[in-house]
């Protein structure tokens, strides 16, 4: 099993431009969610989804989209990059909510110009 | 102020030394969750508390609801466990994250 796979692994952005994070897992994980982590806070929940079809907004939403098309796959599109989008970015899935241990991608490290 | 709070942000220790890390919050949470960051950036669940303790190995996790605090304990600590140990309470549709106790054990 691969896990949670997240790509790319690094990237770098120009101001306005948009870019989306792929991020897909192999255990047939209802729960999956986007993380921001940024130096001196922890990480912050962008958006997440309980199963195909359904998401729902996090801490730090705006400047972000999701869609839950197939239980594998939650992208992440940046609609129009900004500076302040600058972080790293964790993907992860667990089978059921906060009761259950999450499996974490390996990160995505993101920087705006 | 922060919902999830740990205490310290930084430690060093000797290898062999019993390690503690806290962890307090304030919002009414269904599960609480210790998670451990690679020096590579990686990050794994350690465990998942709704009450009591849990062992696995060196490790031992404890919660106590109705002070709302929780601590993870390292015995006989070894340099392969330099990291970042960061708990995340569950509120029942979201996670909140405390920002980690980098831990560096030395030789």
């Known amino acids: 099993n691969a896990g949670v796979t997240q790509t790319p692994k690094f990237q770098v952005l120009k101001t306005g431009q948009s870019m989306t994070l792929q991020c897909a897992q192999d255990?047939?994980?209802?729960?999956m969610s986007w993380y921001r982590q940024d130096p001196g806070m922890g990480l912050r929940l962008i958006h997440y989804s309980v199963g195909a079809g359904i998401t729902d907004q996090g801490e730090v939403p705006n400047g972000y989209n999701v869609s839950r098309s197939t239980t594998e796959d939650f992208p992440l599109r940046l609609l129009s990059a900004a500076p302040s989008q600058t972080s790293v970015y964790f993907c992860?899935?667990?089978?059921?909510?906060?009761?259950?241990?999450?499996?974490f991608g390996d990160g995505t490290r993101l920087s705006i110009l | 102020k922060n919902e999830v709070e740990q205490s310290p942000q930084n430690l060093t220790a000797q290898e062999g030394e019993f390690i503690t890390i806290n962890c307090s919050y304030s919002v009414g949470i269904s599960a609480l969750h210790w998670l451990q960051q690679h020096p590579g950036g990686g990050i794994v669940s350690l465990f998942m508390l709704s009450s009591g303790k849990k062992k696995h190995g060196r490790l031992i996790a404890t919660i106590n609801i109705q002070e709302k605090h929780s601590s993870l304990h390292i015995t006989a600590s070894h340099p392969r466990d330099s990291a970042v140990y960061i708990c995340a309470g569950y509120t029942g549709n979201q996670f909140y994250f405390g920002t980690g106790t980098s831990l560096t054990v030395i030789p």
């Open positions: 992860a899935s667990s089978y059921g909510g906060g009761g259950q241990p999450q499996h």
């Open positions: 255990m047939n994980h209802e729960y």
